[in-house]
């Protein structure tokens, strides 16, 4: 049996996730989840897109939509798409598509189609790009943009003790639903963490590849990860998405 490699946040950077791979040195028997946002930032989102299908022709995968991904099928599918997405890293997608054939897009449209909001494996992890508010969760989840947006569940992680154990009274409901969490979607960096962030039952594998971060990939087992140079000595002419805040917030 291979192993499950759970990969974050890649945001067009594909010379980060090439470097991944090699460094993980992943085998003909590894299956993947990757939990979102590969497009918007870097240079190369396209790149990222075909690399994934081709390997999902091969291996084992499992692709979960993030908040940029929407905004990509959207664009693919209608021509067009909002100011907000363009000025937060979708300039760099569209300009990137320039050379691709009608056929070519729906080929890439077809894959952000197929994309899953969550998933849950036979040890009760949950794998999904924010988070979820709902105490009884995802699948009972109000809003399913929460899916891609939340970051309630990652801020309650971090703002709880550390030595609050799962049968305290005080342990987050939500959290007790599920094993492990593994997310992306909120920078790691943001609290200065480079490498995946453990807080509470969830794992944060977002740590920063469309800012001044590394790409991290990680066992789901053993917890061993393996991470790619920071994306902006990968991409030294480009500003990936560092310009990219709005109050204060990264999208």
């Known amino acids: 049996m291979g192993r499950t490699l759970v990969i ?3 945001h067009g950077g594909f010379k980060a996730l090439q470097q991944v791979f090699e460094r993980a040195e992943v085998t003909d028997e ?6 979102g946002d590969y497009v918007d930032g870097w240079s190369e ?4 897109i075909q690399f994934l299908i081709a390997l999902s022709e091969k291996h084992e995968c499992i692709f979960i939509k993030g908040n940029h991904d929407t905004w990509c099928e959207d664009w693919l599918s209608l021509g067009e798409g909002p100011d907000v997405w363009l000025f937060n890293g979708g300039k760099s997608t569209v300009d990137n598509y320039n050379d691709y054939s009608l ?3 729906d080929l890439h449209l077809e894959f952000f189609q197929r994309m899953k909001s969550y998933h849950v494996d036979d040890e009760n992890r949950l794998f999904i790009h924010a988070g979820y508010s709902s105490m009884h969760g995802p699948e009972k989840e109000v809003y399913s943009s929460n899916y891609r947006w939340d970051r309630t569940l990652w801020e309650t992680a971090v ?26 979607h909120t920078p790691t960096i943001d609290i200065g963490i ?7 039952n969830i794992w944060n594998m977002d740590t920063g590849a469309a800012f001044t971060g ?28 560092n310009n990219d805040i709005i109050g204060n917030k990264t999208l």
């Open 194 to 200: 480079k490498h995946p962030a453990h807080k509470a």
């Open 8 to 10: 974050g946040d890649i």
């Open 103 to 105: 056929e070519d897009l």
């Open 159 to 184: 703002a709880m003790d550390k030595k609050l154990e799962r049968n305290s009274q005080l342990y987050p409901k939500r959290l007790l639903l599920y094993n492990e969490i593994f997310i992306g």
């Open 30 to 35: 590894d299956q993947f989840i990757f939990l």
């Open 45 to 48: 989102s396209s790149e990222v």
């Open 214 to 241: 590394a790409l991290s990939m990680m066992d789901v087992n053993t917890k061993e990860f393996w991470q790619s140079d920071p994306l902006p000595s990968l991409y030294p002419d480009e500003k990936g998405r």
